[in-house]
């Protein structure tokens, strides 16, 4: 993370009264301390030894930034905008085919810590413990929806179904889509490719598509893309969510969502229009 742009996290985090310094230490340092776990895997007890803290201050001050990032996520994670994105409107490969595109929806499976008595639910396909995290993400490649904490073993559209139904779940503006990938099925605010047709990317390698629906599918495929590239860049910043957890599974589900947050502050997301504290 660039000098500016943690003083910009610093900044956000006080002046809405998320974070404040304590008399002990300062906000730099609780934010500091939180980036070093979560950016790169550190254990509280290397930390500790590293600011010439307790471990118990440091696993104190984690919680406490934790908790506080996580009320970023209405400010930072937002809907896309309505317009057609520039990526598409730019770009005729992809405009004649997705002008009313916003972006693509997909899941990860993240490294999960559970129970001996109900891993079964949470093993993924490659019989991994996983939780199921699912994304929808724009083509300049910020998260605008993100549901953390499904068990690994769950198929696709049911995940997609929580998703679509709940409350405060993702909401798509009318004549809008996003792209999803053929395990959604058919729906009118998901755009699939066409199933029993050639679609991944390396399949076209040596042989062009031959037919509408094939070069359907090529198009789909590069532009759902989208959505392996977020995850990836999300992963390679925040190695805690990639390496085996060392939290409560509560807390696992709650550094996904934190690292969303802060991939989108990264990102350059920040919405301008945070009213300052009162």
Known sequence: MKLSTFNSLCELLTIN???QPSKNMSVREQ???FL???GHNARFRFVAGKFHRSVETVHRYFRVVL???LKL???LVGDPESSTPPEILNNPRFYLYFNDCVGAIDETHI???VPIEVQGKFHDRKDSTTQNVLAAITFDLKFTYVLAGWEGSEHDSRVLNDVLSRPRGLKINEGKYYLGDAGYGTRNEIICPYHGVRYHLREFTDHPPEN???LF???HSSSQTTTKRGFGILKKLFRAIDSKPQWSYGTQVDLVLASCILHNHIMGAINENIPPRS
């Open 73 to 75: 996520y209405k400010h």
């Open 111 to 113: 490294q999960a810590s």
């Open 31 to 33: 934010v500091i301390i």
């Open 36 to 38: 070093q776990i979560i």
């Open 217 to 219: 599918n090529l198009r």
């Open 67 to 69: 908790k506080s990032i």
């Open 17 to 19: 009264g998320l974070l």
């Open 212 to 214: 509408e629906k094939e």
